[in-house]
Structure formats: structure tokens, C-alpha cells
């Protein structure tokens, strides 16, 4: 039988300039997470909500945290599974879509 691993993570709320604590926390999973995978690869990763910090968007700082995600653990992006949280929309947009 197969194992199918996974791996799920949230909240993240990236902002890329974050401070050396937060760099340093974010520069410890990616070590962590290569220590886990050096046996076996995990299969798939889902990251569910709050991406990105109070609707900044989606940067290169961000794209290179999830590559060095996926790059850690061998997954491929073709198995990374995003679902966008309220922090990842501009409230102010979305208040006047939905007005």
C-alpha cells in the first residue's frame, strides 16, 4: 500500500518585510521541513488561507517562500493547492463589489 504525505499549513499572512524574527522563524520551517523530507517526499502541500498579509498581494519575496517550500520538500507545483483566506482580498474593493 501507499502512503500518500501531505502538508498543511495557514495563516501565514506574508508581507515580505517582515522582521528579523519573522525572517528567521520562516528561514527555520524551510530547515525543518528539508530535515522531515529527506526520507521520503511529501506528496502534496495545501495552504489555506491568509497567504498574504491584509490583501498586499502576491510578490517575487512571496512566490521565492513557496519555491523554497516546494524546493524543501520535494513537491512540485503541480501539487500545491492554494485557497485564498480574507486577508488575501483588499476588504475595501470586495466591500464595494459587494455593495
Not at 508581507?15 to 525572517?23: A, D, P, S, V
Amino acid at each position: 500500500m501507499n502512503t500518500l504525505r501531505w502538508l498543511h499549513m495557514s495563516d501565514i499572512h506574508f508581507k515580505g518585510n517582515e522582521q528579523y524574527e519573522t525572517k528567521r522563524m520562516r528561514d527555520s520551517l524551510i530547515e525543518e521541513l528539508k530535515k522531515v523530507s529527506i526520507e521520503k517526499n511529501i506528496d502534496l502541500i495545501f495552504i489555506t488561507g491568509d497567504l498574504a498579509y491584509q490583501g498586499l498581494g502576491y510578490d517575487k519575496d512571496l512566490e521565492k517562500f513557496i519555491q523554497a517550500i516546494l524546493s524543501s520538500t520535494g513537491a512540485t507545483l503541480d501539487n500545491l493547492f492554494i485557497v485564498p483566506g480574507n486577508h488575501d482580498l483588499k476588504r475595501s474593493q470586495t466591500e464595494k463589489i459587494f455593495t
